[in-house]
């Protein structure tokens, strides 16, 4: 049930880009990304929303293919602030929004 | 203006002792819930309270209770602490009504000696 993101794990030189995805063996009402720097909390990034709804920070973009039960999340023209530990949360329905489950993460290096 | 505050940040402790972490936000949210992180960055839901009601209380030991004393504040007790419970817990907030974003605490780090 827990979703699986992919790389665990990606290196990055500044300016370069990355993909992460978050898969799921079952149905998804919406996946929601954030961001964790070290030491520090969780940061809301973006949601997608079965249908196409979506609402997150304009630098970044996502997308949600409901038939694959798949999100990835684009990393373009990265920087230094780029850096931390992206996490996935699923939620299989609509009144399961609040429950998400979480990936375990990928861990997003970007060196000068 | 901090919009999730957790109190205290760091907590070490005995095994065997009681403790409590508590969170407030000033966000107007619902919704708040306690997230437990462990040392893989694991994170594992616990509690969720709407407007004071426990709505998702995940399989977790009943040491562990959980307090909404009204909307804006989420309290966390553990009872007879273990080596295990080290870890970081998060408070978060979110407004039901809408895309539910949670807003996360700054983390209480727990370590149980």
């Known amino acids: 049930q827990q979703p699986v993101q992919s790389p665990q794990a990606v290196i990055l030189r500044e300016g370069e880009d990355a993909v992460i995805n978050c898969s799921s063996s079952?149905?998804?009402?919406?996946v929601h990304w954030y961001r964790q720097k070290h030491g520090e909390a969780p940061v809301f990034l973006m949601i997608?929303?079965?249908g196409g709804e979506q609402k997150g920070h304009e630098k970044i973009s996502a997308s949600f293919n409901e038939k694959k039960q798949q999100s990835s999340l684009y990393l373009t023209a990265s920087q230094l602030s780029y850096s931390g530990t992206y996490f996935c949360?699923?939620?299989?329905?609509?009144?399961?929004?609040?429950?998400?489950?979480w990936g375990l993460g990928t861990s997003l290096a970007v060196n000068p | 203006d901090t919009a999730v505050s957790q109190t205290p940040k760091y907590l070490v402790t005995q095994m065997g002792n009681d403790k409590s972490i508590k969170c407030e936000q000033n966000?107007?949210?619902?919704?708040m819930y306690w997230y437990k992180q462990d040392s893989k960055k694991f994170l594992k839901i616990m509690f969720s309270?709407?407007?004071?009601?426990?709505?998702i209380n995940e399989t977790v030991p009943n040491r562990f209770s959980p307090k909404s004393p009204d909307k804006a504040h989420l309290n966390l007790h553990i009872n007879s602490l273990e080596l295990g419970d080290s870890a970081v817990y998060f408070c978060?907030?979110?407004?039901?009504?809408?895309?539910?974003?949670?807003?996360f605490g700054p983390g209480t780090r727990l370590t149980v000696l």
């Open positions: 997608l929303l079965k």
């Open positions: 079952k149905a998804l009402y919406s």
């Open positions: 309270y709407n407007n004071k009601e426990l709505i």
């Open positions: 966000l107007g949210h619902d919704t």
């Open positions: 949360g699923t939620a299989p329905n609509a009144g399961n929004n609040r429950k998400l489950i």
């Open positions: 978060a907030s979110s407004q039901s009504n809408g895309y539910n974003e949670q807003f």
